[in-house]
């Protein structure tokens, strides 16, 4: 089965400062790569996703960058800001599948 | 909000007690899950139901018993748990099973004493 790891486990940056969050996994089957926010007290909340026909995607300050062939995928946050703290999961999926591999997650805390 | 709710947010149950878990879906979504997050561990998936057919039992215990009665509510059952199993239960749901954007109810917060 498919083996999803994370890194690091804890992130504390500036507040205007960028945060990058890494996933490796195993399976060459993977085409479905999202990224979670969870803030306390609540559901995980995709942020971001990316196919594998796609190696970047970007949506304001976060974007996710995709390499196949290393199979590790990133989460880039720029210009941090405090309400960006919270724990955040990658993930993979297959199109055929039923179900997500999720990483350990990252907890990220913004210092204004 | 997300669309899916989950009652109750807290619960602590004793070994012997029989309790159930509820998920409603607002979104008109065919596929429903239910995972458990334990601390320092990734979201572990439990049963997955699409169309209201169970389609992944990923070695659950059966003290762990899910219902899908219709595409909007799942149940999850719960009889003679252990200590282990306290965690936080989250209920998703999506448009289809696959790689589709799942959205996670707040979760119910499991104690078992």
């Known amino acids: 089965g498919e083996n999803v790891e994370q890194h690091p486990s804890t992130l504390s940056v500036q507040e205007g400062d960028s945060a990058v969050i890494k996933c490796t996994y195993s399976?060459?089957?993977?085409?479905?790569f999202p990224w979670y926010k969870q803030e306390l007290g609540k559901g995980p909340q995709l942020i971001i996703d990316?196919?594998?026909?796609?190696g970047e995607k970007k949506d304001q300050r976060i974007a996710v960058t995709l390499n196949k062939t290393a199979k590790h995928f990133s989460l880039h946050i720029t210009e941090t800001q405090p309400e960006d703290s919270a724990v955040y999961f990658c993930?993979?999926?297959?199109?055929?599948?039923?179900?997500?591999?999720f990483g350990t997650g990252t907890s990220l805390t913004v210092i204004p | 909000e997300t669309g899916v709710t989950q009652t109750p947010r807290h619960l602590v149950m004793g070994m012997t007690n029989k309790k159930s878990l509820k998920c409603e879906q607002h979104?008109?979504?065919?596929?429903m899950y239910w995972y458990k997050q334990s601390a320092k561990k990734p979201l572990e998936l439990m049963f997955v139901?699409?169309?209201?057919?169970?389609?992944e039992n990923n070695s659950v215990p059966s003290r762990f018993s899910p219902e899908c009665p219709n595409s909007s509510h799942l149940f999850l059952h719960l009889h003679t748990l252990q200590p282990e199993d306290s965690a936080l239960y989250l209920c998703?749901?999506?448009?289809?099973?696959?790689?589709?954007?799942?959205?996670f109810g707040p979760g119910t917060r499991l104690t078992v004493t």
């Open positions: 399976d060459s089957a993977s085409n479905y």
């Open positions: 998703a749901s999506s448009q289809g099973a696959g790689s589709y954007e799942q959205y």
């Open positions: 990316i196919r594998s026909n796609v």
């Open positions: 139901y699409n169309f209201k057919e169970q389609t």
């Open positions: 993930a993979t999926g297959v199109n055929t599948g039923n179900q997500f591999y």
């Open positions: 979104l008109g979504h065919n596929a």
